[in-house]
C-alpha cells in the first residue's frame, strides 16, 4: 500500500516555480522518498530521490524536511511538457523493492 | 544508453486469445520489473526478475500470466485466455542492480485492449 498523501491536482503557470508537496508521516528510518511523473500515455520518468538531505539534479529538487515526515519536490522553471501526473514514493532500500505507486498529484502548467 | 524498449506498443484482441509482450532492458541491467496500470490508476507490481530468476510475484499475477527472462536480457509477459479485465497499460522497468537504491527506468508500455 502507499504510504504517501498527494494532493490530487495543481496548477502552475508556465515560468514559475512548482512546488509539489508529498506527505509520508509514517516513513521509516531506511525508506528514500522517490519522485517519478508521467506523461499522458508514456512510462513513468524518473526525477530524483533522496533520504534525509536536500536532493538537486538537472531536472528538480527535493526539500525533505528535517523530521523527514513530508518533502516537496521543486520545478523551478515549470514549462507545458512538465504537465504531467507526479508520483511521490517511499521505498526501503532493499534489493528488488518494487516502487508503490499512489495517485499522484496531475499538475497543470499554464500559459 | 538506449532506454528500455517494449513491443508491440499497442494490442488489441479477442476475449480468450492468448498475447505476449516483449521487454528489453536498458543494457547490462540485471533487473526487470513488470508493472500493469489501469486508467486513473499508478502502476501496480506484477513481478521481478534478477537476471534470470524470477524472485518475486504479486498477487496479481494470476495463473493466467507468465512472464520470463530465460536468458537474462530481455523478457516476455504472456496473457493466456485473455478477459476484459486485462486491460490494461503493461510496463516494463529495468535497474542496474549493484546498490540497494537502483533507479527503476521505466519502457514505453504496451496497452492491451480486450475486446
Known amino acids: 500500500d502507499a504510504k504517501t498523501t498527494q494532493p490530487p491536482s495543481m496548477d502552475c503557470a508556465e515560468g514559475r516555480a512548482a512546488n509539489l508537496p508529498c506527505n509520508h508521516s509514517t516513513i521509516s528510518g531506511n525508506e528514500y522518498v522517490y519522485w517519478y511523473r508521467q506523461i499522458h500515455s508514456q512510462g513513468p520518468q524518473y526525477i530524483i530521490h533522496?533520504?534525509?538531505n536536500n536532493e538537486t539534479n538537472e531536472m528538480a529538487s527535493l526539500i525533505i524536511t528535517e523530521d523527514r515526515k513530508s518533502s516537496t519536490l521543486i520545478l523551478p522553471h515549470a514549462t507545458l511538457r512538465d504537465t504531467a501526473v507526479y508520483y511521490c514514493?517511499?521505498?526501503?532500500?532493499?534489493?528488488?523493492?518494487?516502487?508503490?505507486f499512489g495517485a499522484g498529484t496531475i499538475l497543470r502548467v499554464k500559459s | 544508453d538506449t532506454g528500455v524498449s517494449q513491443n508491440p506498443r499497442h494490442k488489441i484482441t479477442k476475449r480468450g486469445q492468448n498475447v505476449t509482450f516483449r521487454c528489453d532492458p536498458i543494457s547490462e541491467h540485471n533487473r526487470l520489473y513488470w508493472y500493469r496500470q489501469t486508467l486513473g490508476q499508478g502502476p501496480e507490481f506484477l513481478t521481478y526478475f534478477q537476471n534470470e530468476a524470477q524472485l518475486e510475484k504479486s498477487r496479481l499475477l494470476s495463473d493466467r500470466f507468465s512472464a520470463e527472462r530465460p536468458k537474462g536480457s530481455f523478457s516476455t509477459l504472456e496473457i493466456q485466455r485473455t478477459e476484459q479485465g486485462d486491460s490494461a497499460m503493461y510496463l516494463c522497468a529495468s535497474s542496474l542492480g549493484v546498490q540497494t537504491t537502483d533507479t527503476q527506468y521505466f519502457g514505453p508500455g504496451t496497452r492491451l485492449t480486450v475486446l
Open positions: 533522496g533520504l534525509k
Open positions: 514514493i517511499v521505498r526501503v532500500a532493499e534489493y528488488g523493492n518494487k516502487l508503490v
